[in-house]
């Protein structure tokens, strides 16, 4: 699954400012929030959300390598029982 | 006098922009992550909040260095629903979440790399939520109960109900 920054901005609200990185995911109807407090710049924010996207990735395909090797080894498990029967 | 090549003048300015101290490099800094997924398994909510680093948890960090003072290891990841500032004196949060899910955890802890290889501490964990809150600060403890704050951070709510699961990093570097 794919991410991708759509935009990061600057949000100005009562008590300080955030910065605000919209998000989409593939998959995904509509992009999601990624909201930052206390942070000096938007240097270090914009990297925040950077590490947060490769992090995601990382996951998201590690999750489906998973799913992939269970369903092989549901697969084969089936066709051993299948041969066990048959002998 | 003091000599400093022309050299490293830029590099130096670099650093006091950044807030370091040109003689030391040391300035920890860290940064609570808060992920939001719903029982379905998507992204509901994503924050990422920088923290304060308390009065006890430089003395801590300052412990782990030489082992003066035997401070155990930070891993301990905390949320609760206080709403006050977080402040250099702080010592526990203020009100730390005990039950729906959310107590305090010993979060896997591990090194990446930043600026140079393992020059940050990371923590994680996913918290599985029974219960509807606000979570509003996070903290790092080292120990199960009690412990000392390292560090703690105060933030917009984040609402968990249950069937979420709300995944806490920590991370902070100290180049």
New interface residues.
């Given amino acids: 699954m794919s991410y991708k920054l759509l935009e990061f901005k600057k949000e100005k609200r009562v008590d300080g400012s955030v910065y605000i990185a919209l998000v989409e995911k593939e998959g995904y109807e509509q992009p999601f929030k990624i909201v930052l407090e206390h942070f000096e710049t938007g240097e270090q924010a914009e990297k925040q959300v950077e590490e947060w996207i490769l992090r995601q990735q990382a996951d998201d395909d590690a999750a489906v390598k998973n799913k992939e090797e269970e369903e092989l080894a549901t697969k084969q498990d089936s066709v051993i029982d299948k041969l066990n029967k048959d002998l | 006098m003091t000599f400093i090549a022309k050299s490293h003048t830029k590099d130096r300015v670099s650093l006091v922009k950044a807030?370091k101290n040109f003689l030391d490099g040391f300035c920890p800094r860290g940064?609570f992550?808060l992920?939001l997924f719903d029982k379905n398994g998507?992204?509901?909510?994503?924050?990422?909040?920088?923290n304060l680093v308390t009065n006890v948890g430089f003395a801590g960090i300052a412990s782990r260095i030489n082992g003066a003072g035997a401070e155990a290891a930070a891993t301990y990841l905390a949320v609760g629903t206080g709403t006050t500032a977080a402040a250099a004196t702080d010592t526990t949060l203020q009100t730390e979440i005990i039950d729906s899910g959310l107590a305090r955890v010993n979060a896997t802890a591990s090194r990446t790399t930043t600026t140079v290889t393992n020059d940050a501490a990371t923590l994680i964990t996913t918290f599985t939520v029974t219960g509807t809150k606000a979570v509003t600060e996070a903290g790092v403890l080292n120990a199960a109960a009690s412990g000392v704050l390292f560090a703690r951070?105060v933030?917009?709510a984040v609402n968990v109900v249950n069937g979420d699961s709300l995944q806490l990093t920590y991370k902070i570097q100290v180049t």
């Fill in positions: 807030g940064v992550g992920t998507d992204i509901k909510e994503v924050r990422f909040s920088k951070s933030f917009t």
